[in-house]
């Protein structure tokens, strides 16, 4: 069974205070920061003729499994 939270204590309620002042503002933005998608993008490396076999190989491994209804096991 839940019990009764304690009384604040004046110290605890300061440090409250301080905690929404600093919530409440927006945050510091730092000129070199940089979001997630600009840290992710960047140039992808030319595709060489061997990759590209191998795409096209698992594209129609996957895309005749899925046509025939049957579901491609890897192993």
């Not at 205070?17 to 979001?35: F, Q």
């Not at 840290?39 to 899925?66: C, K, Q, V, W």
């Amino acid at each position: 069974m839940a019990r009764p939270l304690p009384d604040i204590t004046p110290e605890q309620e300061c440090e409250l205070a301080e905690l929404e002042e600093l919530m409440s503002k927006p945050p510091i933005e730092h000129p070199s920061s940089k979001t997630l998608t600009e840290i992710m993008a960047r140039p992808l490396p030319d595709i060489t003729p061997e990759r590209e076999r191998e795409l096209a190989e698992l594209e129609e491994f996957f895309g005749r499994n899925i046509m025939s209804g049957g579901t491609p096991i890897v192993k």
